[in-house]
C-alpha cells in the first residue's frame, strides 16, 4: 500500500530565506507526483506536476523534483514571501483498479515571518 | 474557467437525516473523487468513478454512497449521517496523467 510521509510537519521562516520541503513514497510504481497548496478552510491548489519520466519541474519561485527510483521529492521555494505561508501537500498517482488514486501525504504547514 | 464546484460550502445537520454534497464539472474530465479531511489523518479518498456509471470504494468509503450518471456530476450521498462523518469534503477530477483539480471543500457538522 502506497504511503506518503512529508517532512517537517511544520515549518516557520523569516521572509525572503529560501527553503525545502520534503516528500518520500514507499512505492516507486507511480505515474506522477503533484505538489498542492492548501489555505486555511479552503481547496488544494495544484503547484506542480512532475511525470514519473521527468527530474524536475519549475514554475516561478517553485522547483520540484523528483528521484522514483529513492521515493524522493523535494519541493525548493525560493525568496519566501509572507504569502506564500500555507500547508503544502505532496500527493502521488498510483494505479487503482485500472485507473490512478492520488494518494497525500499529511503535508507541511509553513509560516513566513515579515 | 476550469473549475470543480461543490455545494453546499457549509452544513450543519443532525444525526440520521439523509444529505446529498453536489460536484460538478465543467473539464470534461473522466475521473472524479471523494475526499475527506480529518487533522491528524490527512486526506483519505471515500469514492472513485472512472467513468459515467463506473464507481468504486476508495480507502473509508463506509457510511457513503456516490452515483455517476452523467460525466460532469458525482454527488455524494449520506443516507444516515453520524458525528464521525463530520470532516472537511473535497471533490476532485482529472484525466489520466494529468493535474487534479479541486473544489472548494464542503464542511460538514453532524450533530
Known amino acids: 500500500k502506497q504511503e506518503v510521509t512529508q517532512i517537517p510537519a511544520a515549518l516557520s521562516v523569516p521572509e525572503g530565506e529560501n527553503l525545502v520541503l520534503n516528500c518520500s513514497f514507499t512505492d516507486s510504481a507511480i505515474y506522477n507526483l503533484q505538489w498542492f497548496r492548501q489555505d486555511p478552510g479552503k481547496g488544494l491548489t495544484s503547484l506542480l506536476l512532475i511525470q514519473s519520466s521527468q527530474r524536475e519541474q519549475t514554475s516561478g519561485r517553485l522547483n520540484a523534483s523528483l528521484d522514483k527510483s529513492s521515493g524522493r521529492s523535494t519541493l525548493y521555494i525560493a525568496a519566501s514571501q509572507p504569502g506564500d505561508s500555507a500547508t503544502y501537500l505532496c500527493?502521488?498517482?498510483?494505479?487503482?483498479?485500472?485507473?490512478?488514486?492520488?494518494?497525500f501525504g499529511k503535508g507541511t504547514k509553513l509560516t513566513v515571518n515579515p | 474557467e476550469a473549475q470543480v464546484t461543490q455545494n453546499p460550502r457549509y452544513l450543519i445537520t443532525v444525526t440520521g437525516k439523509k444529505l446529498t454534497v453536489t460536484c460538478s464539472q465543467n473539464m470534461n474530465h473522466e475521473y472524479m473523487s471523494w475526499y475527506r479531511q480529518d487533522p491528524g489523518l490527512g486526506l483519505r479518498q471515500i469514492y472513485y468513478s472512472m467513468n459515467v456509471e463506473v464507481t468504486d470504494k476508495g480507502d473509508v468509503p463506509e457510511g457513503y454512497k456516490v452515483s455517476r450518471k452523467e460525466k460532469r456530476n458525482f454527488p455524494l450521498i449520506l443516507e444516515s449521517p453520524s458525528p464521525n462523518q463530520t470532516s472537511l469534503y473535497f471533490c476532485?477530477?482529472?484525466?489520466?496523467?494529468?493535474?487534479?483539480?479541486f473544489g472548494q471543500g464542503t464542511r460538514l457538522t453532524v450533530v
Open positions: 476532485a477530477s482529472k484525466s489520466d496523467g494529468e493535474t487534479a483539480f
Open positions: 500527493a502521488v498517482t498510483s494505479s487503482q483498479g485500472g485507473s490512478e488514486k492520488l494518494v
